[in-house]
């Protein structure tokens, strides 16, 4: 449908188009003027989301989220604010409120769970834009009752945000202070077996004497291997002189030996002269032969004598080896019983170290979540409280009246539209082509036209091409 047809339709169907339009106008604006008058209290809550945490000491980075501000929005208009809305008020006292609760549910259902939904869906909580601001309003028939409600919110708010930070806290409070004592009682009882086991084996903080027979047990170590040297050199030695005899050069190296030796090579070499001068029956020849054999003899005595002092020798080094070694042994089961009795003692010292860094760890918890529990300090805190407010806000007149104009006019375009739909008329000479496939040739103007500018009815005497298009012709 073109505009020339709609403004046809409209030109024709003037009076049901007008009808409706004032009809809905008049509607309109009698509601708006007989709506009783709304006041609209609004506060502010201010989110602190960059300063830190004071007793943890650090910035709560989820704070800094959009959806932190949500979720604070969330909590204002929770059925938890709204109860203790209720409560703080005592609004479940006004007779007129429990009325309207049995007029509307018939006594069914919570009557304080009823009241704080109504409550809650009537309140408005928006963020700001681009700020940490949270702008909180309430309408109402009575400024100071709907101040009062922004108020109420608001304080109800900042307490259940209190104790939802400080009950979490309280609870793990109670844990770490369970934990704290069963950790206490492990640490006691640690530190009574550490001591329990330091008197029964006779170790102190301060014990040195794993370190003194270590010592002892190293020195016997030295003179164990100085021992099996020595006895390994006498033994060689004994070997030699009982395969070498008076040969080897420990036995000429004896004084005694050596000077005997010395004393046999004279008597010989005088025995040699005195054979060559004297004869071998003389009577000197003869005695000093005698003396040369009994040198003899002497050094053979001497020479075995020798001998068996390296055997005696070599027997005391390998007893002496024999008692280093069992000392050795001896000392050597000592140390390792000490080092096993000072591993156990350590062992039993770790446990108690640990069950002290345990029981430091959870009390500094504790601690902490003690001061949390306590806190009385948040992040959100209020900005602007609400006052009464003495302007209305609503209804708004001017608005609702140009709504209902336009809303009026749109029913009255539809309407004219479908009862023309109904009751279809030619309105235009552009519908007479597509209609009856004809070419009009001329229009004539309407009788009620012409009789308003000549003042008589009587018909046109010529056609007027393409002129009122009231009525027309076609061929």
Known sequence: MTFEQL?????????????????????????TLLKPKTYTAVASLVVDIKSPDP????????????????????VMTSQRVALKVVADLKL???????????????????????????????????????????????????????????????????????QLRTDPAKQYNQFFDANARQMREK???????????????????????LDVEMARLNELSSQLVQMQAAVADSGSRQAAVNAQGDKTQDVMMNPLVSTLKGTLVQQENQLEQMSTKLGDEHPQVRELRN?????????????????????????VNQSREAQIRVSLEAQRSKVLKMKAV?????????????????????????????LESKAL???????????????????RVLNNIALGGLSGMVLALVLAL???????????????????????????????????????????KRFHPLGSPTRALAD
């Open 7 to 31: 403004f046809a339709v409209l030109r024709a169907r003037w009076i049901i188009a007008s009808s409706v339009f004032l009809l809905v106008l008049t509607g309109v604006t009698t509601v």
């Open 55 to 74: 007793i943890a000491g650090v910035v709560l980075t989820g704070a800094a989220s959009p959806s932190y501000l949500m979720t604070q929005i969330d």
């Open 92 to 162: 479940s006292e006004i007779g007129s409120l429990r009325q309207n609760w049995l007029d509307a549910t018939q006594g069914i259902g919570d009557f304080k769970g009823w009241l704080a939904d109504r409550f809650r869906l009537s309140l408005d909580v928006h963020p700001s834009r681009g700020s940490n601001v949270v702008n909180v309003a309430y309408t109402g028939a009575d400024p100071q009752f709907a101040a009062a409600i922004v108020n109420a919110f608001i304080k109800a708010y900042l307490d259940v945000n209190m």
């Open 187 to 209: 640490l006691q009882m640690a530190q009574a077996k550490l001591s329990e086991f330091q008197q029964h084996e006779g170790i102190v903080v301060t014990d040195e004497r």
């Open 291 to 315: 003396s040369i054999a009994d040198m003899r003899r002497r050094i053979d005595v001497e020479v075995h004598r020798v001998s068996g002092s390296f055997g005696i020798s070599n027997s």
């Open 342 to 370: 000072r591993d156990q003692a350590a062992m039993l010292q770790r446990d108690a170290d640990n069950a002290q860094r345990s029981y430091e760890g959870v009390l500094v918890r504790q601690n902490n979540t003690n």
């Open 377 to 395: 300090l948040d992040n959100v805190a209020a900005l602007e409280y609400a006052t009464a407010p003495s302007v209305p806000s609503g209804p």
């Open 418 to 460: 479908l009862v023309e739909q109904h009751d279809r008329r030619v309105r235009t000479l552009s519908e007479i082509e597509p209609l009856t496939a004809q070419t009009p040739i001329g229009s004539i103007p309407a009788f009620k036209t012409r009789q308003k500018k000549n003042g008589s009815t009587d018909l046109p």
